[in-house]
């Protein structure tokens, strides 16, 4: 079992940026690929970003996000990163950590495939 915590969320203008962690505890051997789907409200949920432990490899947000949406880890703490710049009201949503032993079972958005976090808002207004 891997527990994932985030933190970061909360209330930014546009043009704003927010920094999302998320720590995984117990068995972080299951956590080889980490990262961040999201969820607005009435919508289905999308990948936005993930990265490996074991070689760096970063699988990357798609158009409307790259360049402002960085993903990090640091193996040490078992943490992964979500770095959101330039902020659009579009951005809007529940942003949740995943963790799983493989990049097709991270890529699936069940909630029964790899490991979640709570989920923490971000909410895009001025």
């Known amino acids: 079992q891997v527990t994932l915590v985030e933190s970061g969320g909360g209330l930014v203008q546009p043009g704003g940026s927010l920094r999302l962690s998320c720590v995984a505890s117990g068995r972080t051997f299951s956590a080889a690929v980490m990262g961040w789907f999201r969820q607005a409200p009435g919508q289905a949920r999308e990948f936005v970003a993930a990265?490996?432990?074991?070689?760096?490899?970063?699988?990357p947000t798609d158009s409307s996000r790259k360049g402002r949406f960085i993903v990090s880890r640091d193996g040490a703490k078992n943490t992964v990163y979500l770095q959101m710049n330039d902020l659009k009201s579009e951005d809007t949503a529940v942003y949740y950590c995943?963790?799983?032993?493989?990049?097709?079972?991270?890529?699936?958005?069940?909630?029964?495939?790899?490991?979640w976090g709570q989920g923490t808002q971000v909410t895009v207004s001025s």
């Open positions: 995943k963790a799983a032993i493989s990049v097709t079972r991270f890529m699936s958005t069940s909630s029964e495939v790899g490991y």
């Open positions: 990265i490996s432990g074991s070689d760096g490899t970063i699988y």
